[in-house]
């Protein structure tokens, strides 16, 4: 039987682990364990790698490196620029890489009551230790429900006027290609954590998140295929992301508002 991410009991198992990392990939994940001890020293709590690099999907030239920094305090400014350096410098010197992402958090800020089933889920789930002890340690384990759904992309609504924003302020091919990707992969996670409850499991394969989407809302399936599929290969056409904010984006924070909810308010930004 298949059991879509999940043990014997319904609860996520981790996915992704520095033994899944491709051979190719191995000085990459070496390079950021070192740079980032370097980097942050004792200000470090704990690092994680997460995205397809820890899950061994990587491709070679096209995937970026995904990495979570846990510090001892709430990040400074300064902490900020270091993490800057660090993803270019790593993005700069390893040519199978296509950029680096940088999340930063502190640990009281992951184990807190209001990340439990964002933040806390993210990193106990879908993030792979490599730095430090592993914080998921002290957290619960977490089922595929509608809580669940609601906590991680119930903010969609949120967002969209922010990347209008950003999208009216682009001009160059390459920001259409950046936006067009990260729109497109927060589309279709959205589309999948939308039916995640119902189809009862969980995948980061982008790709099947559209198709399992796909099975519960037909009339959006093409939409949903053709998002993963500039998520894993962004376009320069400024159409493309403009679609995003003016009818798929719009159509799904509607939905996802009146299936789940919406998302705790924090105290801090949303997302990207």
């Known amino acids: 039987m298949e059991h879509r991410g999940l043990d014997a009991y319904g609860y996520f198992e981790r996915e992704g682990s520095l033994g899944q990392v491709q051979d190719g990939f191995r000085e990459v994940v070496a390079a950021a364990r070192e740079r980032t001890a370097e980097a942050y020293g004792r200000r470090l709590h704990s690092a994680y790698l997460y995205g397809s690099v820890p899950r061994g999907t990587a491709l070679p030239g096209c995937s970026d490196l995904d990495l979570l920094l ?57 993030c792979t230790p490599l730095l430090g002890a592993d914080l998921a340690e002290h957290l619960p384990r977490y089922r595929p429900d509608s809580l669940l ?19 009216r302020e682009a001009v160059a091919p390459q920001e259409y290609r950046r936006l067009s990707r990260l729109f497109a992969r927060r589309l279709v996670r959205t589309g999948f954590t939308l039916v995640m409850p119902r189809w009862g499991g ?37 159409a493309v992301p403009r679609g995003y904010v003016e009818d798929l984006g719009p159509w799904l924070a509607d939905e996802y508002t009146a299936r789940h909810g919406t998302k705790t308010r924090r105290g801090h930004p949303a997302g990207p």
């Not at 903010?155 to 999208?167: G, I």
């Not at 995948?203 to 796909?214: H, K, Q, R």
């Open 202 to 238: 969980w995948t980061s394969d982008l790709t099947e998140s559209a198709e399992v989407f796909g099975a519960y809302y037909p009339e959006r399936a093409a939409q949903m295929r053709a998002a993963a599929a500039v998520a894993l290969d962004p376009v320069e056409d400024p």
């Open 149 to 167: 759904a609601r906590e991680t992309n119930g903010d969609l609504a949120t967002l969209l006027p922010t990347w209008r924003t950003r999208l």
């Open 70 to 126: 846990v510090l001892h305090r709430a990040p400074t400014d300064e902490d900020h620029d270091t993490a800057e350096v660090l993803a270019r410098g790593i993005d700069e010197d390893f040519e199978q890489i296509d950029g680096v992402g940088v999340l930063l958090h502190d640990k009281d800020t992951v184990l807190s009551e209001e990340e439990r089933f964002d933040l806390g889920w993210f990193l106990a789930c879908l």
